[in-house]
């Protein structure tokens, strides 16, 4: 699970160095506009994002993020849990990929 939470984190200080040069404020990742959920079959996508807690457009750090996987394998319905940020031109998405 750790591995997981510290790939987020290389991916949010990644962003946040470069979406910094250009504006001076924190990276895209540790504001997602978008929340979405992945991998999921048997546990709807509304369950696994309100479990999580984490709605968009909210600043995040690492703890949130660590809470938030923590919080869905205590659902005790999920293998694995992955957390995600992908960014596209004008947005940062994060994604949760569960394994059922």
């Known amino acids: 699970m750790k591995k997981y939470v510290v790939s987020l984190l290389a991916i949010m200080a990644a962003g946040s160095s470069a979406y910094a040069q250009e504006t001076g404020g924190p990276g895209a990742c540790t504001t997602p506009d978008t929340v979405i959920v992945a991998g999921n079959s048997r ?18 750090n690492f703890r949130d993020v ?4 923590k919080a ?29």
């Open 72 to 100: 869905l394998y205590a659902l005790g319905q999920f293998e694995d849990v992955q957390a995600t940020c992908e960014l596209a031109p004008a947005r940062a998405t994060l994604v949760f990929t569960v394994r059922e």
């Open 43 to 60: 546990v709807s996508d509304a369950t696994i994002r309100a479990s999580a807690g984490l709605p968009a457009r909210t600043t995040l």
């Open 66 to 69: 660590q809470r938030a996987i």
